[in-house]
């Protein structure tokens, strides 16, 4: 009658107890959307933890093989809708590698500016949101309130604050209004002493440390396995950013530029410092506690928080070499344009990691496959290997930190 | 205004006993009847609380406090355990033999008649006057026993310092023995339970846990019926150095 | 009997209501009801008025932290009445029952949760004579009844048919059972500071300048007063430990399946439980109705007759309208010390993430219990030693004008009382604290000091 | 005329009214001690009958209720049956703790492994 439980990480208890199967989601508060998880806990021990995906699928890659690849552009805001560019620049780009289409030079910074832009404002969410996982309220407020204002830019830019449609096949939909620039300079002199504030009430909080630091550990290996990209694999330790290590077509968009990937050195055991010049002296940022491990959600929650210095830095370059750059913004292909036969991939680093587009051209203006590879739904298998033998707490923090977005799962 | 000179406030006393008299007893008997364990002890607990009332009403201010703090509080773990040893098959309910009920009446019964029949045999203590008399000396201070009690605990019996008895009148008799007796005895039994609450940590569970674990599995699944699991689904192969911390510091914690 | 159930703290206005307005010596029955109902009223209006302000601050105070205004439109500029037309709401909310709940228990239950809140303030003196009823081990009541309402929470989580429920009742039971130990330590500091279990007491000692509140008294009662908040906010269950109704991981905890005016009456417990141990803190700790600045006291000297000081308490000798006065001064201070120990409470949920389960058990079991047994101790030895305090407690001037007889004096403990000599009062004390048999020939002193005790306790 | 002269409804409460409210709250424990099969049962049975005994030491030790009373001696005895009580609830939670860890109920008839 006897048994023994193999994995060390179920957990045998002094006091007998039964397990309990327990629906988390879809309508749950710290899902992200509609995820649903089925947790098997034993008491507060959750033992076994199953995403289950699908309630938010669309047959967006289905719509693009009956529509042009321009008309397909919105789709893909719906896909990460909270980095709706990036989703366009992603498209875009392997539209325009298929047609072997080249853009100006002025197009070129135009698409770093909203591009990085975009990731400010998807990280802001996921670290506004990310409090809210562990219950407090106000940070995410802080945070909505600089992503609005990042909103109100792309909106005089492209007349839309969440579908933006703004970055097509061949360019842009349109140049930057006159005084954007400006608009957007200033925005980044508010933003910057923000910065603070944010470590202050999260990353330095020690309550926060105490529900992040050590939860959730993730090992390079563990994060390479299951294919995990962007904040997550570097959360773990592995240098690898699109952004550097990608095609080429992609990576000679950020030539010329300056920043840094944001990944722990694992010699000194710090991140890239990143008290630069351009930002004072004043940003003062928190020591790694001694409590976190490397590729805990501690880690993972810091990249992202210092991802978002670097995409300043991005962008500060960015505007300048715009205003001075040769060429325009770069028109857009046209509707019917017919696509060459043949197929092309291409992968960027959006601000949840590597998105990448499939696209198989029968040499119609209708591609005959549309394909996307999301970063979420990697990142998002790793919950139940890491949710094993947590708390029910830590369900919500180990969930919050893969900073998971369904409408890029369920496409 | 006849009518209320007449009702002296001398009744409060009678009524305020009726009410938690009654309470009380209603309730007990409620626990006696109901089969729900939960239920049981949420009787429990008005039974005790209004007792607690009449405690009150007798002038043991500070035991009437006590009684809420601890047995209605103690009461309060009864509930939890009542919920944990259930929570499996809800509502559990564990039905007496009709045999033992009738024998349990007529011993109850006569116990009772007995009982009664002796509380109500002694003509000094049915002397109302005794306690009209008490009444009508209210003095509130009667009721501020919590320093006597708290001294007495110590050792000094100050309530007995104007006694006849020349050797109470020294304010000696204290209950400190008896008090660090049940001192002792509760760290003990604190320690006991402890020990006792602890299974043999082993993973050799006498009645197989993960045969439990799948039956229950089985019948959730049959509930939410897109859940598939296989309760045999472990790999202890594939781990990796940080999840084993990771399960070293749960396990820190569960013992926490 | 009455004295002691009914309404001792209204016995006074129970006197001036039937000799003045119904032309009656003794009291009646009647009147007895009367004051108990109006204090029963009085007392019902300090949690649902009180519940009715405190949700509108959190708004706004929440609001103010989140950069934003919170409510503006409902009742004027400030949102005054945002409450009352959620109250409407939920009045107006259908009140179901989950199939699977045990519908006599999920009915009950957020009653209980309220009565306990509410029974509590039985005991709590808002002044110098305003309880409603004045219980001897106040203190003790207060902490026990409140301890009830735990009760309710269970009762509401079992019977709510929801997993997610019971885990927010097994959370709460877990915390707030823990959570009692350190919480009853700290409380049991400035009693034995004090020398009583008697609110009013306790908060008579404190008048004067603000150095004789008793959270001064010395540095373990300063440490023992911190202890005491944090302890208190997480036996009322607010964040950071306010797990039983995580919202991010329970959906909503042991409320999860209420609705409409059931769902409220748990707030009103909440806001209510929140209220009581910030007046009890003020108690406690912090000079309860006496302001910072002992105005009271200087009202009191300003009508004094000088004929009567000599013989007995402050208040006697002063028309009884100031003595009302002063009583509703010292109403406005302690309701505006507590209402500041709820806005930081506030202040605290709305800055603070949640603590884990097991943080939430370390926290108290690893810190608050020590730091409070160390404090336990540490006071003990100060009091003991006699060692210097601020506070300058002059324990004649303690009364309570709820009884005559009291008025003398209350006596103090080991030396404090400059009526005794010191050393005589240390020889008993000692000797009683090593349990060994009063000496025969300090008897006199025995007798006095132990009829005094039991006198003015 | 309403006076006093009416025959109070009920008599003045005495020791015999707390003893017999003391007696049925023990009775019914017992009969809750013979009946319930469910451990928790008894224990909270138990918990009657001490309940009722308590409430004949304070009856005998209130100063409102006889002249001659026991005085301070019945409120400290109830107190230490209180605390007493409180320790053997300890155990017997402990013992019914240990009881469902090996048999997985709390139905004491599945207590019979000693039998021959």
């Known amino acids: 009658m006897s048994t023994k439980v193999d994995d060390p990480r179920v957990i045998e208890f002094d006091v007998r107890t039964d397990e309990m199967l327990i629906n988390m989601g879809p309508q749950h508060p710290s899902t992200h959307g509609v995820l649903r998880l089925i947790l098997r806990t034993d008491g507060e021990i959750v033992s076994e933890v199953e995403p289950h995906l699908g309630y938010l699928h669309r047959c967006a890659e289905k719509i693009g093989e009956n529509l042009t690849p321009r008309q397909w552009v919105p789709y893909t805001d719906r896909m990460d809708y909270l980095a709706g560019m990036n989703m366009n620049l992603g498209w875009a780009l392997v539209v325009e590698k298929l047609l072997e289409h080249d853009l100006p030079e002025k197009a070129r910074h135009l698409r770093v500016i909203i591009s990085e832009m975009g990731r400010i404002a998807s990280h802001l969410v996921g670290m506004g949101a990310y409090g809210l996982d562990l219950g407090t309220f106000s940070p995410f407020l802080y945070a909505f309130r600089e992503r609005e204002k990042i909103l109100d830019l792309f909106e005089k830019a492209c007349g839309a604050r969440l579908t933006y449609s703004y970055l097509t096949p061949g360019g842009a939909t349109g140049d930057l209004p006159p005084g954007w620039v400006d608009e957007c300079r200033d925005f980044l002199a508010q933003f910057k002493p923000c910065i603070p504030e944010f470590h202050e009430l999260l990353t330095n909080n020690q309550i926060f440390i105490g529900r992040t630091a050590g939860i959730g550990v993730m090992s390079a290996a563990t994060a390479i396995n299951y294919g995990c990209t962007g904040p997550v694999l570097r959360g773990s330790g592995v240098p690898y950013d699109l952004r550097f290590n990608g095609e080429e077509r992609y990576t000679e968009m950020y030539e010329g530029y300056q920043f840094d990937v944001i990944v722990q050195d694992p010699e000194t055991g710090k991140y890239p410092d990143p008290h630069l010049e351009e930002f004072g002296d004043d940003l003062d940022y928190p020591e790694i506690p001694k409590e976190a491990i490397l590729g805990d959600c501690w880690h993972r929650f810091y990249v992202r928080m210092l991802e978002v210095v670097q995409a300043i830095r991005l962008v500060e370059q960015a505007l300048d070499k715009y205003e001075s750059a040769s060429g325009d913004w770069g028109q857009p292909i046209k509707l019917t344009q017919k696509l060459p036969k043949g197929e092309a991939y291409l992968e960027t680093e959006a601000p949840r990691g590597q998105m990448g587009f499939y696209l198989v051209s029968t040499g119609d203006s209708i591609p005959w496959r549309v394909r996307a590879r999301s970063s979420c739904f990697c990142n998002l298998s790793v919950t139940s290997e890491l949710c094993r033998g947590t708390l029910l707490a830590d369900v919500p923090a180990i969930v919050g930190s893969l900073d998971v977005v369904m409408g890029e799962i369920d496409r | ?256 | 009997m009455i004295g002691s159930l009914v309404s001792t703290g209204a016995s006074t206005v129970t006197e001036f209501i039937s000799q003045n307005i119904f032309g009656l010596d003794d009291p009646n029955w009647f009147m007895y009801l009367l004051c108990g109902v109006i204090a029963a009223v009085l007392v019902l209006h300090v949690i649902a008025v009180g519940a009715l302000f405190f949700i509108w601050a959190e708004r706004k105070i929440a609001g103010r932290i989140q950069d934003r205004l919170g409510p503006t439109r409902v009742g004027g500029k400030f949102g005054w009445l945002q409450t009352l037309a959620d109250g409407v709401k939920l009045i107006a909310k259908e009140d179901f029952i989950p199939r699977d709940a045990d519908a006599p228990l999920f009915k009950i239950a957020p009653y209980i949760a309220f009565a306990a809140s509410f029974a509590a303030f039985l005991a709590l003196p808002f002044a110098d004579g305003a309880v409603a009823h004045h219980v001897n081990t106040a203190v003790f009541f207060v902490l026990a009844v409140l301890g009830l309402e735990v009760f309710g929470v269970i009762l509401a989580g079992y019977a709510s048919g929801s997993k997610w429920s019971l885990f927010g009742a097994m959370r709460e039971a877990a915390q707030v059972v823990s959570y009692e130990v350190p919480l009853g330590m700290c409380v049991v500091i400035p009693v034995f500071v004090a020398g009583t279990m008697n609110l009013t007491t306790i908060g008579e000692m404190q008048a004067g300048w603000f150095n004789n509140w008793l959270v001064f008294h010395d540095p373990f009662t300063f440490i023992a007063a911190i202890v005491y908040f944090t302890c208190a906010t997480a036996s009322v269950n607010r964040a950071p430990f306010d797990l039983a109704e995580a919202e991010s991981e329970l959906v909503a905890g042991f409320h999860t399946e209420y609705s409409g005016l059931r769902w409220s009456f748990f707030f009103m417990a909440e806001y209510g439980s929140m209220f009581l141990v910030s007046a009890l803190a003020s108690i406690l700790f912090f000079g309860g109705w006496h302001p910072p600045i002992p105005i009271d006291i200087w009202i009191l000297e300003a009508f004094a007759d000088p004929d009567l000081v000599a013989a007995g308490p402050l208040k006697d000798a002063v028309p009884s309208l100031v003595t009302f006065l002063v009583m509703l001064i010292g109403i406005a201070t302690l309701v505006a010390k507590s209402v500041i120990g709820v806005v930081v409470m506030m202040w605290v949920r709305w800055t603070f993430p949640r603590l884990r389960i097991d943080q939430v058990m370390a926290t108290c079991l690893k810190y608050c219990v020590p730091i409070a047994a160390v404090c336990f101790v540490g006071s003990m030895t100060w009091e003991t030693l006699d060692l210097p305090s601020m506070n300058t407690i002059n324990r004649y001037e303690i009364h309570e004008d709820w009884s005559e007889d009291l008025a003398v004096s209350t006596v103090g403990e080991d030396g404090v009382d400059p009526e005794w000599p010191e050393d005589e009062n240390d020889d008993e004390s000692s000797e009683v604290m090593d349990g060994e048999e009063a000496p025969i020939e300090e008897d006199s002193v025995a007798v006095q000091n132990g009829l005094s005790l039991q006198e003015g306790e | 005329m309403f006076g006093l002269e009416i025959t109070p409804v009920i008599a003045a409460i005495t020791v015999s009214h707390y003893l017999i409210v003391g007696a049925i709250l023990f009775v019914i424990g017992a009969v809750c001690m013979a009946t319930k099969r469910n451990a928790l049962g008894i224990l909270m049975g138990i918990e009657l009958v001490l309940n009722g005994a308590n409430i004949n030491f304070i009856a005998f030790g209130s100063p409102y209720l006889r002249d001659d009373n026991l005085g301070l001696d019945g409120q400290l005895i109830s107190l230490f049956v209180i605390v007493l009580a409180a320790a053997e609830a300890a155990v017997a939670l402990a013992i019914a703790l240990n009881f469902y860890n090996n048999h997985n109920t709390i139905d004491i008839d599945r207590a019979d492994e000693l039998k021959g």
């Open chain 2, 1 to 256: 205004m006849g009518i209320l000179a007449a009702v002296n406030r001398v009744y409060w006393h009678e009524f305020f006993f009726m009410l938690f008299a009654g309470i009380s007893v209603v309730f007990a008997v409620c626990v006696l009847l109901t089969q729900n364990i939960v239920r049981m002890a949420f009787y429990l607990v008005l039974s005790l609380g209004s007792t607690a009332g009449l405690f009150f009403l007798a002038g043991a201010e500070f035991v009437g406090a006590m009684q809420l703090m601890i047995y209605v509080g103690g009461t309060l773990v009864l509930l939890i355990f009542g919920v944990m040893l259930t929570a499996q098959q809800r509502y559990v309910k564990m039905n007496t033999h009709p045999t033992d009920w009738v024998l349990a009446t007529i011993v109850g019964g006569s116990l009772l008649v007995l009982l009664i029949g002796a509380a109500a045999g002694v003509d000094s203590w049915k002397d109302a006057s005794a306690s009209k008399k008490a009444l009508a000396e209210l003095d509130v201070d009667d009721a501020r026993t919590a320093t006597p009690l708290g001294l007495a605990l110590t050792g000094v019996r100050v309530d007995k310092l104007d006694s006849d008895d020349p050797a109470l009148a020294n304010g000696q008799s204290g209950y400190l023995l008896p008090f660090i007796i049940v001192s002792v005895h509760l760290l003990v039994v604190l320690i006991g339970a402890a020990y006792m609450a602890r299974t043999k940590r082993s993973a050799t569970a006498p009645v197989g846990r993960a045969e439990r674990a799948r039956l229950n599995i089985m019948q959730m699944e049959h509930e939410t019926d897109d859940v598939v699991y296989s309760a045999s689904k472990q790999s202890s192969s594939s781990l990796l150095d940080s999840d084993q911390s990771q399960a070293e510091e749960s396990t820190d914690e569960a013992q926490e």
